[in-house]
């Protein structure tokens, strides 16, 4: 069975440091993957999503960038983190197009992201 | 602009009671709509979805075209219940290319008491 794994759970950084957040997916190859971030009081906010290796579209600028280095890994990262990068973000994944790419998102379990 | 609008943060009800979790949405075409749930301690996982017209755990929610709403129902709540949901929205084109693109309300957060 598909399982996705997301770490670290918790993260406290300060202001201006880098961010490196993964997620891996097992169990499955060639999905899409997506970056969600949830901030407080609003809905959750599709950051990134990649439907291959190297292959990653954004949805909002931002102070954040994702990379995909290998099929079922996706990275989040920052060079310098902003006050306003704090929130929750998820990583999920779906098929890839062509075999039931049409499945729901099944997500992380997310990582609290506290900029200090 | 595609938005989902979840006017209720919190919903407290009895068990027993019935619930109405409102989930409005704006999309000039055609949308599909999906209900999420985060019970405690667990990942954000799918509730059900318009398209499929079935009761998952008593719950149903009927598109309503006219007043662009998603409103998930349970005629008797359960305490276990209890939980964090999402209303999300998919448009035609945002199913181009094979990914799966969501947009997701604000949540509701829905507590059932003894």
């Known amino acids: 069975s598909q399982t996705i794994h997301q770490w670290p759970a918790t993260l406290v950084q300060p202001v201006g440091s880098p961010l490196s957040l993964e997620c891996t997916v097992e169990?499955?190859?060639?999905?899409?993957l997506y970056w969600y971030r949830q901030a407080a009081g609003r809905g959750l906010q599709l950051l990134f999503y990649s439907v291959g290796i190297g292959q990653i579209s954004s949805e909002v600028p931002q102070n954040l960038s994702a990379s995909r280095p290998q099929d079922r890994q996706f990275i989040l990262s920052s060079k310098k983190l902003l006050l306003s990068d704090s929130g929750f973000y998820l990583c999920a994944w779906s098929p890839g197009t062509g075999r039931h790419s049409d499945s729901p998102l099944h997500f992380g379990n997310g990582t609290r992201l506290t900029v200090t | 602009a595609q938005r989902v609008t979840q006017p209720e943060k919190l919903l407290s009800v009895f068990k027993g009671a019935p619930v109405e979790l409102k989930c409005n949405y704006s999309y000039s075409g055609s949308p599909e709509l999906f209900w999420y749930v985060q019970y405690s301690r667990q990942r954000l996982q799918l509730l059900l979805r318009?398209?499929s017209r079935e009761s998952i755990k008593g719950f149903t929610a009927d598109l309503n075209k006219g007043e662009t709403s998603f409103h998930l129902k349970k005629p008797f709540a359960q305490e276990e219940d209890s939980a964090m949901y999402y209303c999300a929205l998919r448009g035609a084109f945002m199913f181009s290319g094979g990914y799966n693109k969501l947009i997701f309300g604000a949540g509701t957060r829905l507590a059932v008491h003894p």
């Open positions: 169990g499955t190859s060639n999905p899409n």
């Open positions: 318009h398209i």
